[in-house]
């Protein structure tokens, strides 16, 4: 089971959308990164293309759906072209061929990691769970100073903790994978 990027906005989606950028409307945006190149981090993707050809980044939250399970908003950027159309440029592994972006100009990267926020769809108890897992492991990762770092190392106890977190998320991914 994958995510997949949305096109039409559910009340669910509706609602997670409100609750990030109150007033704010998605938009979808085609993906114009070639779909042979390596999956690339979207903020630099989109500095690097606005010291080359202008305009800016423009910050917000890139929607995904795991169906059945749960929605997803990624924090991410997106460039915005000198003329002011809003565009996908950043590589990503998977095969959707547009995402649906919510704008949020309140937003901007400093550098630090942005959890995911995640909203549970399905009442199974194992979604909720899985999904606590999620928040530990980021929490665990972006301790501390961290949460700048690109490549992180955990050694010791935190490394012993986060194979702990990974064990109970793997065990309700599978449940949750499981067919009826």
């Known amino acids: 089971m994958k995510a997949i990027a949305p096109m039409t906005l559910t009340p669910a989606l509706a609602a997670l959308c409100k609750e990030l950028v109150p007033g704010a409307t998605p938009v979808v945006l085609p993906r114009l ?8 981090d979207c ?9 080359e050809r202008g305009g800016n980044p423009c910050y917000g939250w890139v929607l995904w759906e795991w169906p ?44 630090r990691r942005v959890n995911s926020v995640r909203q ?10 899985f999904l606590r897992t999620c928040d ?3 929490a665990l990762i972006n301790r501390g100073a961290r949460a700048f770092m690109r490549n992180v190392a955990l050694q010791g106890a935190e490394l012993c ?19 009826d």
């Open 136 to 138: 530990e492991e980021f």
């Open 120 to 129: 549970p769809i399905s009442r199974d108890p194992a979604v909720t769970a």
């Open 43 to 51: 903020f630099d993707t989109v500095v690097q293309h606005v010291v």
């Open 68 to 111: 059945d399970l749960f929605l997803e908003a990624e924090f991410y950027a997106v460039w915005r072209d000198p003329e002011g159309n809003l565009l996908d440029i950043t590589p990503r592994a998977g095969d959707a061929r547009s995402v649906l972006f919510l704008p949020d100009p309140q937003r901007a990267f400093d550098g």
């Open 161 to 179: 903790e986060l194979q702990q977190i990974w064990q109970r998320k793997i065990g309700y991914w599978q449940r949750l994978s499981l067919p």
């Open 33 to 40: 990164a070639p779909l042979d190149q390596r999956p690339g």
